[in-house]
T-cell receptor, first 115, second 108 residues
Framework: GAVVSQHPSWVICKSGTSVKIECRSL??????MFWYRQFPKQSLMLMAT?????????EQGVEKDKFLINHASLTLSTLTVTSAHPEDSSFYIC???????????FGSGTQLSVL | DAKTTQPTSMDCAEGRAANLPCNHS???????VYWYRQIHSQGPQYIIH???NNETNEMASLIITEDRKSSTLILPHATLRDTAVYYC?????????FGSGTKLNVKP
């Protein structure tokens, strides 16, 4: 099956710093990408949807200036958590779907801990 | 995306079939039924999906009712490694929302 590479797997940062998470499709071109976050013992919450070459569409309640999403190419999307605070500590997961593909493929996730 | 309803948790004996139900009564005609599972601290893993017909692959079978308002995921011979949270999603690729899922506990 298709492979989605996400890194880093985990990151610890100080409050106020910014963290970038990368998500790459290794063997297909991803026209649509989704970013989710997940708190302990909860389900995945959709943060935003992005299509290559256009601005991301954010879900209600998700601050677009805090969570910067760049869908740079058909194989790469990045999520930058700006000025991170302890409440941003969470498990962040990317997912991708390619043209003509009915399946959504997920990265392995990034555990962010903000001290 | 249509809202889905799943039981919070289920138990299954190792080697037996696990049948996980899902209600999606507001599903629209162009929305698929997808099943994913998530093992702790990992990204969700694709299992199976379907539109109207029943589907089977090497992992599982998907039974969709004729009115498409509900479906059942069947793991034919559950193993301990199948212990996970199973998510049923009714949607397409404009949006892809997860419900609360079912925690399947496979017991020896």
């Amino acid at each position: 099956g298709a492979v989605v590479s996400q890194h880093p797997s985990w990151v610890i940062c100080k409050s106020g710093t910014s963290v970038k998470i990368e998500c790459r499709s290794l063997d297909f071109q991803a026209t649509t990408m989704f970013w989710y976050r997940q708190f302990p013992k909860q389900s995945l919450m959709l943060m935003a949807t992005s299509n290559e070459g256009s601005k991301a569409t954010y879900e209600q309640g998700v601050e677009k200036d805090k969570f910067l999403i760049n869908h740079a190419s058909l194989t790469l999307s990045t999520l930058t958590v700006t000025s991170a605070h302890p409440e941003d500590s969470s498990f962040y997961i990317c997912s991708m779907v390619g043209t003509g593909n009915e399946k959504l493929f997920f990265g392995s996730g990034t555990q962010l801990s903000v001290l | 995306d249509a809202k889905t309803t799943q039981p919070t948790s289920m138990d299954c004996a190792e080697g037996r079939a696990a049948n996980l139900p899902c209600n999606h009564s507001t599903i629209s005609g162009n929305e698929y039924v997808y099943w994913y599972r998530q093992i702790h601290s990992q990204g969700p893993q694709y299992i199976i999906h379907g539109l109207k017909n029943n589907e089977t692959n090497e992992m599982a079978s998907l039974i969709i009712t004729e009115d498409r308002k509900s479906s059942t995921l069947i793991l034919p011979h559950a193993t301990l490694r199948d212990t996970a949270v199973y998510y049923c999603i009714a949607g397409n690729f404009n949006k892809f929302y997860f419900g609360s899922g079912t925690k399947l506990n496979v017991k020896p």
